[in-house]
Every structure is written in structure tokens, then in C-alpha cells.
């Protein structure tokens, strides 16, 4: 009897560990304590789960993307005018990919485009599936930040990459996840600011299409962990 | 004197410019083929699996990928030069 329950107790353990180790780090997430301000903790507070569930879908299903530290919060974006707390949901992803001669060839305002098509609409989505954020009084925006390799970044030195920085309010969003607004309108409407390492390039002007990327590409042979389910 | 000289490196700047900006060929096949930059080899790593079974990926793998193929800290924009806390 002593000796199924310590084999029952062996294996719990064995679970424990292993989903321990498949699980995404929350420091992904900023800690509630890091606000420096009331409304953003409660909105840390309020939706926590949301942004764990939003950390877990980009880990086991998009691993070729990484979530720097302290990447996902209730963020006040820098260049909206102060002293208003305007709080927005942010999400800042690292893109990896493999060198490119066609990606490498465009110019940097159709790599920004290229990859706002790709990834801009596809995260908006994935941050937005508890749809009560949507609505949410206290939130005025979302933004997205991707970065990616400049293509003329070298093996072996330190790598340079290019930044785009999101912005879009509320109401534009609703309309974009509702279906009344289009991806192409969506890009019309946010604010988008490139960075080409840490030289900011301006507002940049997105010209985005439907991408479907994300719906059919996967690492080959990449199994998700048991019990996790990508759509 | 109207020789070629004056139109030479106008030529030449020209053809830079065509060969740092995509054709619209370019343009239309990463609209057209948006796999093409990511493929399979996303990650350099080497299966593990044995020989027969069929090869599983695992999120620990890509991990491992990516520390060996990190090549330092990036140069890039710092988050507090965009979003404050």
C-alpha cells in the first residue's frame, strides 16, 4: 500500500515537474507592484489571467516569437500627451526568423508592413479573447511592438534590430475585431513608429494586407505540450 | 563635351537605388508566398529523437536553439523610450 501511494506520489511529482518546465516565465508579464499608477494596477489586478493566457498562447504556439521581460502590461505610451494616464494594453514580441534575400531586399517601410500584416492583427486578436477588454472604460488603447533582425546584421556581431511600435485606441480596435474595420484600415488609423536599432525613424506610413500566415505555418515536427491547444 | 561623363554616376546612384529598394516582383512574392522567409529551418538545432521514431520538437528544444544561436544584446530601442510604467 506504502509503495503505491509513494509510486502515486512519484509520478504527481514527475507531472509537477514537467509541466513546471513547459510552462512560459511570468516575468514576461510586469508585475502589478511596477504601476505607477492606481488605475493601472487595478487593471493589472483585474485582468491577470488574461495576460497568463496571453504569455502561454505565444509561448507553445508561436515559439519561433519571444516575449522580452516585462513585455506584457497596462502600459502609458510615451508619446501621448501628458499627464494623462492613458493606459494601453502592450505587448512587445521579438520575431525570429531565417535570413531572407526577398525579405532583406525591401526597404525598411515595406519590412514594417510586411511584418504589421503578418503579426500586428494576429496579436491584436490574441490579446483581445477575453473580449470584455474590448469594452473595458479604464483601457484606452492597445499596442503591439515587433521587432526583428536587420537583414544586414551579420552572424558573429552584435545584432542590430528594427522596431515598429503600434498604437491604436479603443474604439479602433473594436472596430477591427468586430469586422468593421479592415486590416488596411487598421494600419490607417494607428500610430506606427520605427526604430532602426535605437534611431528613431518617425512615424512610418504602413501600407498592411491580409496575411494568413499565422494560421497555417508550423515548425516542423514541433509537437505542443500535452494538454495545450493552439488555434 | 556632352559625353556620358555627367550621366555615369547618375546611372550609377540609379542602379543603387534599384539594388537597395525591392522591384515590385519582390514585393508582390512575399505578399503572394508569405512562407517563404519562414520555413522548417527556423531554428538550427539537432533532433535528438532515435532513429525510427518519428521526431518531436519540443518548446525546450527551441529554447536550447536560441541560446545557441544568440549572438549578445541587441542594439535596439529601449521600452522605456516608448511605453512608461
Known amino acids: 500500500m506504502s509503495a503505491r501511494l509513494l509510486t502515486a506520489a512519484l509520478a504527481l511529482s514527475l507531472m509537477i515537474v514537467g509541466s513546471a518546465l513547459a ?15 492606481q488605475k493601472a494596477r487595478t487593471l493589472a489586478q483585474k485582468y491577470a489571467p488574461a495576460l497568463r493566457a496571453l504569455n502561454a498562447g505565444i509561448y507553445h504556439c508561436l515559439p519561433w516569437l519571444d516575449v ?26 521579438y520575431i525570429e526568423q531565417e535570413t531572407s534575400p526577398q525579405f532583406a531586399a525591401l526597404g525598411l517601410k515595406e519590412r514594417a508592413s510586411a511584418m504589421f500584416s503578418r503579426y500586428v492583427g494576429a496579436m491584436l486578436r490574441r490579446m483581445t479573447e477575453r473580449a470584455e477588454l474590448v469594452t473595458e472604460p479604464l483601457l484606452d488603447g492597445f499596442s503591439v511592438i ?14 542590430v534590430h528594427e522596431t515598429i511600435a503600434v498604437f491604436a485606441d479603443r474604439p479602433t480596435i473594436a472596430d477591427y475585431i468586430a469586422g468593421r474595420a479592415s486590416i488596411r484600415d487598421l494600419a490607417g488609423r494607428a500610430v506606427v513608429l520605427g526604430y532602426d536599432g535605437e534611431t528613431p525613424l518617425g512615424r512610418l506610413k504602413i501600407q498592411a494586407w491580409e496575411d494568413n500566415f499565422l ?17 | 563635351m556632352r559625353g556620358t561623363g555627367g550621366r555615369l554616376p547618375l546611372a550609377g546612384a540609379a542602379l543603387l537605388l534599384m539594388a ?10 512575399w505578399k503572394e508566398n508569405p512562407a517563404h522567409f519562414a520555413s522548417g529551418d527556423h531554428f538550427k538545432f539537432s533532433m535528438k529523437n532515435a532513429p525510427g521514431s518519428s521526431p518531436r520538437v519540443s518548446r525546450e528544444d527551441l ?14 530601442v529601449r521600452q522605456e523610450e516608448l511605453l512608461e510604467r
Not at chain 1, 510552462?23 to 511596477?34: G, H, M, N
Open chain 1, 23 to 37: 510552462a512560459p516565465s511570468e516575468d514576461r508579464i510586469l508585475p502589478v507592484d511596477q504601476y505607477t499608477s
Open chain 1, 68 to 93: 522580452p521581460k516585462q513585455s506584457i502590461g497596462f502600459f502609458r505610451p510615451k508619446h501621448l500627451a501628458q499627464p494623462q494616464d492613458y493606459r494601453y494594453l502592450s505587448l512587445r514580441i
Open chain 1, 146 to 159: 515587433l521587432g526583428w533582425v536587420k537583414p544586414t546584421s551579420q552572424p558573429g556581431e552584435r545584432p
Open chain 1, 215 to 231: 494560421k497555417t505555418f508550423q515548425i516542423a515536427n514541433y509537437k505542443p505540450e500535452p494538454g495545450v491547444t493552439c488555434r
Open chain 2, 20 to 29: 537597395g529598394c525591392a522591384t515590385s516582383e519582390e514585393w508582390t512574392t
Open chain 2, 63 to 76: 529554447e536550447a536553439a536560441r541560446a545557441q544561436n544568440w549572438w549578445g544584446r541587441p542594439i535596439t
